[in-house]
């Protein structure tokens, strides 16, 4: 079992930034993927971001790429998602997840465990 716990969410301006943290416990030696998706009202979840735990390696949406940087503490078991010039269309729960083998990084269903979310929202 991976429990994992997002923070750092809140309410901020148009070309604004936040850093979520995803605090991971468990068998996290056992994920291969920790990644961040986003789901807004009426849409599905969104791949985001994501890193291989084990050697840093990153990946994004096209979209984020850029704005968005990803990065972890293997130390303190910690993914980071730092988000600069935020803009509305970014407002949504985000969620962080922990994926136990390698494959489809982007893809929600591949992952195998979430956290609870935390809001995002960008005023204009």
């Known amino acids: 079992q991976v429990q994992l716990v997002e923070s750092g969410g809140g309410l901020v301006q148009a070309g604004g930034s936040l850093r979520l943290s995803c605090a991971a416990s468990g068998r996290t030696f056992s994920s291969y993927f920790m990644g961040w998706f986003r789901q807004a009202p009426g849409k599905e979840r969104e791949f985001v971001a994501a890193i291989r735990w084990s050697g840093g390696r990153t990946y994004y949406a096209d979209s984020m790429k850029g704005r968005f940087t990803i990065s972890g503490d293997n130390a303190k078991n910690t993914v980071y998602l730092q988000m600069n010039t935020l803009k509305p269309e970014d407002t949504a729960v985000y969620y962080c997840?922990?994926?136990?083998?390698?494959?489809?990084?982007?893809?929600?269903?591949?992952?195998?465990?979430w956290g609870q979310g935390t809001q995002v929202t960008v005023s204009s």
């Open positions: 997840g922990a994926a136990l083998r390698s494959g489809s990084y982007g893809w929600a269903a591949h992952y195998e465990y």
